[in-house]
């Protein structure tokens, strides 16, 4: 007689391996239960130089270049989808497609740094928390949050994404650098001597620290603990990474030659790579890849024989080469962005897989286009959150100043409640109360 699943979990004992193993036990655990609520995961992806109407419009619709006069809802299922968006054709049936939202308040022109998010005015500082970190707070992990970014071989910058005003997330952008601070303790030699001096560093500042500690007082001690709270935080990330090591060491990506050259085409793969194993692993939740950083110019290499500049050759050439070099930039991310998909597919969870549980936002910082004034802005949607949200849509809202008309805050909104965190508004309070109505997007919610 072969015992219940349930049973056969709750008989198990661990030794050396409890450690590592127990979270995963107790997760099946859960599922031979039934009282295993599925984790819910968010990635973001931020491309240049602006989300144009014409690059998601499906085939057969007309649209008027002043906009709908009231809100459009249509199944995917009648339409093409435009020859941009045909990388995520196999996901056809979760894809939604939104058109019309305002974000106006955020001015992006040239760019939407942190306001794009956040649904905020941009600036080189936030104004408040992003979307992205909201969700990660809400399913916290080894890293609450991984910033990617392309366009740089900085090791980090700050760009998109923030735990409220003044708080900025790094954003990784050299490839080997996000690898090593991923995945460092899979990592030998020299490579894992770096990973290991990060942890080591705290072990040598404790006597000091507690000296320091003795003498301040008031807001001085406060200033302080916050500074050495970053470094007990970067310690206990370390020894979680040291435990995780074997299960990281199945799931870390090959550190090939993509890693190692400044190659924007090259960095998109390698950010792709790099968030999806971190999903993946359990390393965390929530993955923003942002493409340009938020910045109106920049050279991009590994596409065309000669690298070409984002501002002259793209931003300000909206037709003929300018059109097509910016095609073929969004294909091959959206590309990445299925390859993801694919990835998430093939690894069960509960009676599904993890894309089952899994939301990808794809948009622009920029709204529109490069000069943007936020009125348009566009975005594409893959994934149903385990069916809270609805998919196979296509949605076009009336522009900005029309009745019916919503905003990317209304959208970002949505996402908290089918994240199971509603709030009544996102960052719609004080002075930006009159540019929505509180509440999220109805027709997305499953």
């Known amino acids: 007689m072969s015992l219940h699943r349930r049973d056969a979990l709750k008989g198990l004992t661990l030794g050396a391996g409890s450690l590592v193993l127990s979270p995963l036990l107790q997760k099946l655990q ?121 366009g740089s071989d900085l090791n980090a910058i700050y760009c998109s994404s923030a735990w409220g005003e003044n708080q900025a997330i790094p954003t990784m952008c050299n490839q080997s650098y996000a690898y090593d601070v991923l995945f460092g303790s899979v990592l030998e030699g020299e490579d894992y001597v770096r990973f290991d001096r990060r942890s080591n560093l705290l072990d040598f500042l404790k006597e000091d620290v507690k000296r320091v500690q003795q003498k301040l007082a008031g807001e001085e001690r406060r200033k302080f603990d916050v500074y050495v709270g970053a470094f007990e935080t970067l310690d206990k990330r370390q020894h979680e990474l040291r435990e995780m090591a074997a299960t990281l060491k199945q799931i870390a990506p090959e550190k090939d030659r993509k890693y190692l050259q400044t190659l924007e085409s090259m960095q998109v793969e390698a950010h792709a790579e790099l968030g999806v194993a971190a999903l993946i692993a359990g390393l965390t939740n929530v993955v923003t890849i942002c493409s340009g950083l938020c910045r109106n110019s920049g050279l991009y290499r590994g596409y065309t024989d000669e690298p070409f500049d984002m501002h002259g050759d793209v931003g300000h050439n909206h037709g003929g080469r300018g059109k097509e070099l910016l095609s073929m930039l969004r294909r091959h991310q959206l590309e990445q962005l299925a390859v993801m998909a694919d990835r998430l597919d093939t690894v069960p969870e509960g009676d599904g897989t993890m894309l089952d549980n899994t939301l990808f936002i794809y948009t622009s910082d920029f709204g529109e286009t490069h000069h943007s004034t936020g009125y348009d802005w566009a975005f594409v949607l893959l994934g149903d959150l385990g069916r809270r949200l609805k998919t196979g849509q296509y949605v076009d809202y009336p522009l900005a100043g029309n009745s019916g008309n919503r905003s990317i805050n209304a959208l970002y909104c949505t996402l908290l409640h089918a994240a199971g965190i509603p709030r009544d508004h996102f960052n719609l309070d004080g002075a930006r109360a009159a540019i929505d109505a509180p509440g999220p997007l109805d027709e997305l919610l499953g």
Do not use: C
Not at 87 to 116: E, M, T
Not at 119 to 142: M, N, Q, S, V, W
């Open 30 to 150: 859960a599922e031979a239960a039934g009282t295993e609520e599925m984790p819910r995961r968010f990635v973001f992806m931020l491309q240049p130089q602006g989300l144009q109407s014409w690059a998601v419009l499906p085939q057969e619709i007309d649209r008027p270049s002043s906009g709908v006069e009231r809100k459009v809802v249509r199944s995917l299922n009648e339409l093409t989808l435009a020859d941009d968006v045909q990388p995520l054709k196999r996901y056809k049936d979760r894809v939604s497609i939104l058109q019309g939202l305002n974000g106006k308040h955020v001015y992006p022109y040239h760019g939407g740094q942190f306001g794009a998010l956040g649904g905020f005015l941009k600036g080189r500082t936030p104004a408040g928390e992003t979307i992205d970190a909201a969700l990660a707070k809400a399913y916290p992990a080894t890293f609450p949050l991984v910033g990617l970014g392309i």
